[in-house]
């Protein structure tokens, strides 16, 4: 009997442990709900605006509650908080960010076609011999900057020196005849020296010397000073592209010693269909693609016939070669502008970017050093360029650098749709 008793006391405060543990789980779940309530109360004392919307989150399953989000349960934790880039002033110009101001332009239809740089003819000049000599020295090399009348080479010649010694001679004839005077000299001697001596000049001339050369070998009545040395000089400002021969060579006359041009300014030639060389006219704007790089041109010239073998035509498209970016004989991908010209908001391809859900956009600045993020549709795409609808004329969007600001979004996982 003593034995029983103690079971049933023992039963008997097992029962009340467990209800008062039971008890103590409710009050804390009451604590949980009570810091919800007081959580949203402070919300609503902070900003009476915003209370419908505090009542709106309501109690989330497990006790959890849900922000920013409202309705949009699908969305991860950042929501909208992250719908814009902020950007400072350095980080901007460390990532290389441009912008540029939207505006309504022109944009024709896109001509493709292989191209080929090559020397503009018009800034080119070959360096040749006009009698066969011998090369005594180089002034310049190969690759060389040079202005125009600089020495390139010093010549000499058999046949430089026999006109050399002709107008040394012709030269000190004349000299005397006019210090003797009219008076003393007939009108017919004095002619016949005046055009020996006229002749003399030209035919140094012709072979070579400059004016100032022949002015120094004249001003000498030294004879010997006549052996045939004349320096070829630079007709012009640009690089040596070529300088085909060696010290001693014996050349004969016309033969190409050196090629100068100036590379500031280069031509591409374009082959084209008839067909599409016939919708595009001088002055056509281009596009020309070297590596990853654009450059801007425009058709300077266009020949009138077809070549027999390929059946096309070849065009001349003038471009800038700044940076000596361009060579002659390298090749490049070449887009030229037709005459069917469409008007729109024109971007650079690089300012448009696919979206993480497949759409393209563009980043917008809304306020200085704040990018957002808008759909837009293309149009047109003509080389580096292209037509888009989604923006309005005097927004200002990034033009270079949007991948950048692209990444930094990601970064936030900010909302595609900006939602």
Same mark, same amino acid.
Not at 307 to 314: K, N, V
Not at 320 to 341: K, L, M, R, W
Not at 394 to 415: H, I, N, P, R
């Given at each position: 009997?003593?034995?029983?008793?103690?079971?049933?006391?023992?039963?008997?405060?097992?029962?009340? !442990?467990?209800?008062?543990?039971? #008890?103590?789980?409710?009050?804390?779940?009451?604590?949980?709900? @009570?810091?919800?309530?007081?959580?949203?109360?402070?919300? /609503?004392?902070?900003?009476?605006?915003?209370?419908?919307?505090?009542?709106?989150?309501?109690?989330?399953?497990?006790?959890?509650?849900?922000?920013?989000?409202?309705?949009?349960?699908?969305?991860?934790?950042?929501?909208? /908080? *992250?719908?814009?880039?902020?950007?400072?002033?350095? #980080?901007?110009?460390?990532?290389? $960010?441009?912008?540029?101001?939207?505006?309504?332009?022109?944009?024709?239809?896109?001509?493709?076609?292989?191209? /080929?740089?090559?020397?503009?003819?018009?800034?080119?000049?070959?360096?040749?011999?006009?009698?066969?000599?011998?090369?005594?020295?180089?002034?310049?090399?190969?690759?060389? #900057?040079?202005?125009?009348?600089?020495?390139?080479?010093?010549?000499?010649?058999?046949?430089?020196?026999?006109?050399?010694?002709?107008?040394?001679?012709?030269?000190?004839?004349?000299?005397?005849?006019?210090?003797?005077?009219?008076?003393?000299?007939?009108?017919?001697?004095?002619?016949?020296?005046?055009?020996?001596?006229?002749?003399?000049?030209?035919?140094?001339?012709?072979?070579?010397?400059?004016?100032?050369? $022949?002015?120094?070998?004249?001003?000498?009545?030294?004879?010997?000073?006549?052996?045939?040395?004349?320096?070829?000089?630079?007709?012009?400002?640009? %690089?040596? &592209? !070529?300088?085909?021969?060696?010290?001693?060579?014996? &050349?004969?006359?016309?033969?190409?010693?050196?090629?100068? @041009?100036?590379?500031?300014?280069?031509?591409?030639?374009?082959?084209?269909?008839?067909?599409?060389?016939?919708?595009?006219?001088?002055? !056509? +704007?281009?596009? &020309?693609?070297?590596?990853?790089?654009?450059?801007?041109?425009?058709?300077?010239?266009?020949?009138? %016939?077809?070549?027999?073998?390929?059946?096309?035509?070849?065009?001349?498209?003038?471009? *800038?070669?700044?940076?000596?970016? $361009?060579?002659?004989?390298?090749?490049?991908?070449?887009?030229?502008?037709? @005459?069917?010209?469409?008007?729109?908001?024109?971007?650079?391809?690089?300012?448009?970017?696919?979206?993480?859900?497949?759409?393209?956009?563009?980043?917008?600045?809304?306020?200085?050093?704040?990018?957002? +993020?808008?759909?837009?549709?293309?149009?047109?795409?003509?080389?580096?360029?292209?037509?888009?609808?989604?923006?309005?004329?005097?927004?200002?969007?990034?033009?270079?650098?949007?991948?950048?600001?692209?990444?930094?979004?990601?970064?936030?996982?900010?909302? +595609?749709?900006?939602?």
């Amino acid at each position: 009997m003593k034995h029983k008793l103690i079971i049933l006391i023992l039963l008997s405060l097992a029962g009340a !442990s467990s209800v008062l543990a039971e #008890q103590g789980h409710e009050h804390d779940d009451l604590d949980d709900f @009570s810091g919800i309530e007081i959580e949203e109360e402070s919300h /609503e004392h902070a900003d009476e605006g915003h209370q419908h919307e505090a009542e709106g989150h309501g109690h989330q399953d497990d006790g959890h509650e849900e922000k920013g989000h409202g309705d949009h349960g699908g969305h991860d934790d950042h929501g909208e /908080e *992250a719908s814009a880039a902020e950007l400072s002033e350095a #980080q901007r110009r460390m990532a290389g $960010i441009e912008t540029l101001v939207v505006q309504r332009q022109s944009l024709g239809d896109a001509i493709t076609a292989p191209g /080929e740089a090559t020397l503009n003819a018009y800034r080119t000049t070959k360096i040749t011999p006009r009698t066969a000599a011998q090369v005594i020295k180089r002034h310049v090399r190969l690759g060389d #900057q040079v202005k125009k009348g600089e020495p390139l080479v010093t010549l000499s010649s058999v046949a430089m020196a026999e006109a050399q010694g002709a107008l040394m001679q012709a030269n000190a004839e004349l000299r005397r005849v006019e210090s003797l005077g009219r008076k003393v000299v007939s009108e017919k001697r004095f002619v016949t020296a005046q055009i020996a001596y006229q002749q003399a000049y030209a035919k140094v001339n012709a072979y070579g010397m400059t004016k100032k050369q $022949i002015k120094a070998l004249t001003n000498t009545s030294d004879a010997t000073q006549a052996i045939g040395e004349f320096r070829l000089l630079s007709l012009q400002d640009g %690089t040596v &592209i !070529s300088d085909d021969f060696m010290v001693g060579e014996l &050349i004969e006359a016309g033969h190409l010693l050196m090629t100068i @041009s100036d590379e500031s300014v280069l031509w591409i030639e374009a082959r084209l269909t008839a067909e599409d060389a016939a919708r595009i006219s001088l002055g !056509s +704007p281009a596009r &020309i693609e070297i590596g990853q790089r654009w450059l801007s041109g425009k058709v300077t010239q266009a020949r009138h %016939t077809l070549d027999e073998t390929t059946r096309t035509l070849a065009v001349h498209i003038e471009v *800038a070669n700044e940076n000596d970016q $361009i060579h002659p004989g390298q090749f490049v991908h070449v887009v030229i502008e037709g @005459s069917n010209q469409q008007q729109g908001i024109i971007v650079p391809v690089e300012a448009v970017l696919r979206s993480p859900d497949g759409d393209w956009q563009v980043f917008v600045e809304t306020s200085p050093g704040r990018f957002e +993020p808008r759909e837009v549709e293309v149009l047109k795409t003509v080389g580096d360029q292209m037509l888009i609808e989604g923006v309005d004329e005097g927004e200002t969007l990034v033009g270079k650098g949007a991948f950048f600001v692209q990444s930094e979004m990601a970064k936030g996982g900010f909302d +595609p749709h900006n939602h």
